[in-house]
């Protein structure tokens, strides 16, 4: 069973910048493919980035396309979600989350494990 831990988290003014962590324990973060979503009140959750088991493709929504950057440290089990020029419509919950299996990267339903999620509040 894989365990998922975000934190990072936090309020900030629009234009502002926040580093998301995602801490993995249970297997070996080298066999997963980590992705970001993100869920507003009132709305569906959404994909945000993905990253591939090596760290060398990326995928993101067009929304945060420029702003966002996904990576991992396989050495220390960790993932992280870098935002820049933050924007009030970024204002969510963030999860991580994992896959065993390749397919669509963007596709909620293909992700196997998820964390419990942290709030990110954008100020105008």
């Known amino acids: 069973q894989v365990q998922l831990v975000e934190s990072g988290g936090g309020l900030v003014q629009a234009g502002g910048s926040l580093r998301l962590s995602c801490a993995a324990s249970?297997?070996?973060?080298?066999?997963?493919?980590m992705g970001w979503f993100r869920q507003a009140p009132g709305k569906e959750r959404e994909f945000v980035a993905a990253?591939?088991?090596?760290?060398?493709?990326?995928a993101y929504a067009d929304s945060v396309k420029g702003r966002f950057t996904i990576s991992r440290d396989n050495a220390k089990n960790t993932a992280y979600l870098q935002m820049n020029t933050l924007k009030p419509e970024d204002t969510a919950v963030y999860y991580c989350?994992?896959?065993?299996?390749?397919?669509?990267?963007?596709?909620?339903?293909?992700?196997?494990?998820w964390g419990q999620g942290t709030q990110v509040t954008v100020s105008s």
């Open positions: 249970g297997r070996t973060l080298s066999t997963l493919i």
């Open positions: 989350a994992a896959k065993l299996g390749g397919g669509d990267v963007n596709y909620i339903l293909r992700y196997d494990y």
């Open positions: 990253i591939s088991r090596s760290g060398g493709r990326t």
